[in-house]
Structures are given as C-alpha cells and as structure tokens.
C-alpha cells in the first residue's frame, strides 16, 4: 500500500513559480509510476503530468508542457512537479496519484493524496 502526501501549495502571483512535493509512504513507492492530477472548483478532473516508475519517460498535459516538469526521488519516495509561468487558469486542488501502469490519462490511480491548494492571482 502506498501513502501519499502533497504539500507546497499557497497564493503566487500570475508569471510566478511554485515547487510541489508528494511524500510516499511504502515500500513498493518505486514500482508505481506517479502522476499529477489537478481539479478547479466545477471542473472536471484534468491530468497535469506523469513520470515512470524508472525516471526515464515523462508526459504532459498540453497546457502545461513547457512550464511544468515533473520529476522523482525513489531513494526519498517523493514526487516533484515544478510549475513556471503560472497562470490564474492553473489554480485549482492539485494532486499527486500512483498508478500500477505508466499510461498517462488513461491508467487509473492506485492511490492519491489529499491535495494542496494553488492559487494564481492576475
């Protein structure tokens, strides 16, 4: 089983960056591959990024590639999304998810956390 908490969230101005975290608990945290999923409030859930469990292949949503990477630790179970260029559009929950395969958009989460909140003010 794996556990799994998002942090760094909080209010930044539109252009501005933010660095996401997801801590795993698990020992098994490195045969999954990760994901990032976000949800604005009334929106449907909307994939962001997700990266094998190797740190060898990653892929993007189309309205963030370019401004955010993803990225792994498995020594440290942790999960990074590093966002740039935030617009106010990119506010919403955001989320990290472990899924057993790497099919990005289409592989159903394992598990996923609570969320963190990012706001983009204009």
């Known amino acids: 089983q794996v556990q799994l908490v998002e942090s760094g969230g909080g209010l930044v101005q539109a252009g501005g960056s933010l660095r996401l975290s997801c801590a795993a608990s698990?020992?098994?945290?490195?045969?999954?591959?990760m994901n990032w999923f976000r949800q604005a409030p009334g929106k449907e859930r909307e994939f962001v990024a997700a990266?094998?469990?190797?740190?060898?292949?990653?892929y993007y949503g189309g309205y963030v590639k370019g401004r955010f990477t993803i990225s792994r630790d498995n020594a440290k179970n942790m999960v990074y999304l590093q966002m740039n260029s935030l617009k106010p559009e990119d506010t919403a929950v955001y989320y990290c998810?472990?899924?057993?395969?790497?099919?990005?958009?289409?592989?159903?989460?394992?598990?996923w956390g609570q969320g963190t909140q990012v706001t983009v003010s204009s």
């Open positions: 698990g020992r098994t945290f490195s045969s999954y591959a």
């Open positions: 990266i094998n469990w190797a740190d060898t292949s990653t």
């Open positions: 998810g472990a899924s057993r395969l790497f099919v990005p958009k289409l592989a159903p989460y394992d598990y």
